[in-house]
């Protein structure tokens, strides 16, 4: 065949494809779009937070801790066995991290399941419990991974609509389907639904797995965890990575029945049988331990929200109750893109989604008391040069 072949579309000089087969080039040049792609699974993946590589930036936009991590994790990390890199780390199951966990909800070993944040875990969630092929009911102001995994993982799904007050609506949830699942409290609105709100929902959907995804729960909630005992069908899954200031260790975790956890596992070791490193087992495990220092944290993060509130009235905002380390609020004449745009000027960074009912809100993580600050001297800045 001559370097430089004639096709009916265009002279192609050296092409992969018209060495043996006909070429596949457009009068453009293009190659035409494979075949291939037409098996390929497409979907629109999640959009997390921005994560500015510059210095000096206060970063308000994706509710990491602003403290470090117990004292002890620091000391831990530094004595690590280098050596040890070379194993495949334990089970996370049977791991001093899993004892730990269980001694401090009081809960055994089998009720209790640990993965790579409470994404991988969530994930693996979506993937074992919600199988029946009828629709999965989530708000539709919510974490938006849900509908991300399930489309993913071809799974049908209802959005319920929150109230005008931004709370779950209970009768919504008592209907035939596929599954529950929704935050307690809800992100991004950080409202929080007492216990007897949560079981009334569990109870009344005992065919189908109820998953709560308690995340935020360690900033003035109440974990619905007793429930586990009384109901087979709930899960409810925790992080590290807010209240326990360990997100860049990806440790997440589900408590349930030893049937939920039984199953959890059995689908994880057919995807990946090593999840957890050994760093962050080892380094999950001295946070548990000091207590003291988690409570403490918690309830300063506490304290730095409840000055936000009133910092956030006075100049004009209005938010629900938060029970997360975050604030979810609206000003009450100037655009909230406007907003996030001029503080991001600032190199302050702040959450936005340009998403329908809530385009007007801002959600705010809970910073140092000095971050805070100078959040306020920039909104107040913003607030005052704006025309109305």
């Not at 403290?67 to 280098?82: E, F, I, N, S």
């Not at 008391?369 to 920039?378: G, K, N, P, V």
Request: aromatic share 12%; proline share 5%; hydrophobic share 35%.
């Amino acid at each position: 065949m001559n370097s430089l072949q004639k096709t009916g579309n265009v002279n192609c000089r050296d092409c992969a494809s018209c060495r043996r087969l006909p070429c596949r080039r457009d009068k453009n040049g293009d190659r035409d779009k494979m075949k291939w792609e037409d098996n390929v699974r497409k979907v629109v993946p999640y959009v997390p937070g921005e994560q500015p590589d510059q210095a000096n930036v206060i970063k308000l936009n994706t509710n990491e801790s602003p403290y470090p991590p117990a004292p002890g994790v620091a000391k831990r990390m530094a004595a690590l066995d280098a050596d040890r890199m070379r194993l495949y780390p334990a089970f996370p199951e049977q791991t001093q991290l899993a004892g730990a966990l269980a001694e401090y909800y009081g809960i055994g070993r089998d009720e209790l399941f640990i993965g790579v944040g409470s994404d991988d875990v969530l994930s693996l969630a979506f993937m074992t419990f919600f199988q029946s092929g009828r629709p999965v009911f989530f708000p539709d102001i919510t974490y938006s991974f849900y509908d991300v995994w399930a489309q993913l993982y071809g799974i049908p799904y209802e959005r319920k609509a929150l109230d005008e007050q931004f709370k779950i609506r209970t009768e919504d949830y008592i209907q035939p389907n596929g599954g529950v699942i929704f935050p307690n409290p809800n992100a991004p609105t950080g409202i929080f639904m007492d216990t007897e709100q949560v079981e009334e929902i569990v109870a009344a959907n005992r065919d189908v797995v109820v998953i709560v995804d308690e995340a935020y729960i360690d900033f003035g909630g109440t974990s619905c965890l007793p429930l586990i005992r009384k109901y087979d069908n709930l899960l409810v899954v925790q992080t590290f990575s807010k209240s326990r200031a360990m997100a860049g260790m990806r440790i997440g975790y589900a408590m349930g029945s030893p049937k939920l956890i039984r199953y959890l596992n059995d689908v994880k070791y057919s995807v990946n049988s090593y999840t957890m490193n050994y760093a962050a087992l080892e380094l999950g495990t001295e946070s548990v331990k000091d207590g003291a220092y988690f409570r403490e944290c918690c309830e300063k993060i506490i304290k730095t929200r409840e000055q936000a509130e009133k910092e956030l009235t006075r100049l004009g905002f209005a938010y629900p109750k938060s029970h997360g380390n975050f604030i979810f609020a609206r000003h009450s004449r100037i655009p909230a893109k406007e907003i996030f745009e001029r503080l991001k000027e600032n190199d302050i960074y702040v959450r936005w989604w340009n998403k329908e009912r809530i385009a007007d809100y801002l959600r705010i993580t809970i910073g140092t008391d000095e971050q805070m600050e100078a959040l306020y001297r920039a909104l107040g800045k913003i607030c005052g040069e704006a025309s109305f």
